[in-house]
């Protein structure tokens, strides 16, 4: 499986941006389709999550800011992030799995300015 992720930038704080992951396959054939992201000089972090069966979890830091949604083509999935903090700059990477499989995408850089 191929993710290639895509809409990341530079914001201002209290700004929106919008992230996409496109599979190469159907995301209904994944275990699930997530976002982490990772700071410089951190682990990375669980952003959200969203099952097949359309179930959605997300990190604490981020609840009630960002949403996990997939588009009805069954192949892309959005994350949209409102109320940006400084503390979201990050790069921002596509994840997902398939039985024992794990795949990830390229990474895209999201900075938000103070």
């Known amino acids: 499986v191929q993710l290639q992720a895509s809409g990341g930038g530079l914001v201002q704080a209290g700004g929106s941006l919008r992230l996409s992951c496109t599979a190469s396959?159907?995301?209904?054939?994944?275990?699930?389709m997530a976002w982490y992201r990772q700071a410089p000089g951190k682990q990375r972090d669980l952003v959200a999550t969203i099952t097949s069966s359309g179930r959605t979890n997300y990190g604490d830091s981020v609840k009630g800011r960002f949403t996990i949604s997939r588009d009805n083509a069954g192949n892309t999935v959005l994350l949209e992030m409102n109320s940006l903090k400084p503390e979201d700059t990050a790069v921002y990477y596509c994840?997902?799995?398939?039985?024992?499989?794990?795949?990830w995408g390229q990474g895209t850089q999201v900075t938000v300015s103070s």
């Open positions: 994840n997902t799995a398939k039985g024992f499989n794990d795949y």
């Open positions: 396959t159907s995301i209904f054939r994944l275990d699930y």
